[in-house]
C-alpha cells in the first residue's frame, strides 16, 4: 500500500505540472494575439482583446498551431496572409485564429474604420479589389514557399 503522503505529493505534482503547461499555454496565445494584431494593424492590441483572445481559445476546440510553428512564425514575423493562403485547404487552423481576433476586434469602437467602408466611391473599391485580385497569386507562392521553407505543415 502507498503512504497518503506520497498519494499527495503525486497529485500535487500533477496539478503543478498542468498550472505551468496552462500558464506557458496563455502566455504563447497571448503571444499570438499581439503578433497577430501587430501584422495587421502595426501596434500592440488593446490588454482586453488579448484577454479575450486567451479566454476564447480556452473554449473553443478548434486544433490549435504547434508550439513549434506558432513560434517559429512569431520568431521570424513571417508573413501572416501568404502562410494562412497557401494553408487554406489543409487542416490548418492559422485562418480561424485570425478570424477570432477579427471577430473580437469588430466589437470595439475604435476599430469601426477597419471594419465599416464609410466611403461610397465605387471606382475606388473596384481599383482596390482588382489590386487584390492581382496580388493573391504572388502572395499564394510566397506562402507555400514560406511552409517549404520552414517545414510548416
Not at 513560434?71 to 513571417?78: A, P, V
Request: proline fraction near 3%; include cysteine; aromatic fraction near 12%.
Amino acid at each position: 500500500m502507498i503512504p497518503q503522503s506520497k498519494l499527495d505529493a503525486r497529485s500535487l505534482g500533477g496539478h503543478v505540472q498542468r498550472e505551468i503547461s496552462m500558464s506557458t499555454d496563455i502566455q504563447h496565445l497571448k503571444a499570438e494575439a499581439i503578433y497577430i494584431h501587430q501584422f495587421y494593424f502595426g501596434y500592440d492590441p488593446p490588454e482586453a482583446i488579448v484577454a479575450e483572445y486567451v479566454r476564447a481559445h480556452q473554449c473553443c476546440t478548434f486544433q490549435s498551431l504547434a508550439c513549434d510553428a506558432r513560434e517559429l512564425i512569431i520568431r521570424n514575423r513571417l508573413d501572416l496572409d501568404a502562410i494562412e493562403l497557401a494553408s487554406r485547404h489543409s487542416q490548418g487552423s492559422l485562418g480561424k485564429k485570425i478570424i477570432l481576433l477579427f471577430y473580437l476586434l469588430e466589437a470595439e469602437p475604435q476599430y469601426q474604420y477597419v471594419f465599416v467602408n464609410q466611403d461610397s466611391g465605387r471606382l475606388k473599391a473596384v481599383a482596390a479589389l482588382s489590386c487584390t485580385a492581382l496580388a493573391m497569386p504572388y502572395r499564394w507562392l510566397k506562402g507555400v514557399w514560406l511552409r517549404w521553407r520552414f517545414h510548416l505543415v
